[in-house]
């Protein structure tokens, strides 16, 4: 069951992902963040084909099972 919570951390994430490939030059898919003890952090942007590959399979074979699926579009993608 989804809370406010999931909700929150999706529309959270939803914007970082389009604030960060504003004009369309930073494509991810995938982020590493690393926060130490002393509260400072890192993020890593990660493109990774392979999974990308694997997550667009899953919707192909959505959109055949379903003519009304419409797979989700990349913030460049339009």
């Known amino acids: ?3 406010k919570f999931d909700d929150d951390l999706e529309e959270k994430i ?8 504003e004009e369309d030059k930073n494509k991810w898919n995938k982020a ?3 926060v130490t003890p ?4 890192d993020m890593e942007f990660i493109w990774d084909q392979e999974w990308q590959d694997e997550i667009d399979g899953y919707n192909q074979q959505a959109e055949k099972e379903d003519t009304n699926y419409k ?3 990349w ?3 339009g």
């Not at 939803?14 to 490939?21: D, E, G, I, S, V």
């Not at 002393?38 to 952090?41: P, V």
């Open 71 to 73: 797979a989700p579009k």
């Open 32 to 34: 590493k963040f690393s």
């Open 38 to 41: 002393d509260g400072k952090f």
């Open 75 to 77: 913030h460049w993608e």
């Open 14 to 21: 939803k914007w970082l992902h389009t604030t960060t490939t």
């Open 1 to 3: 069951m989804r809370t």
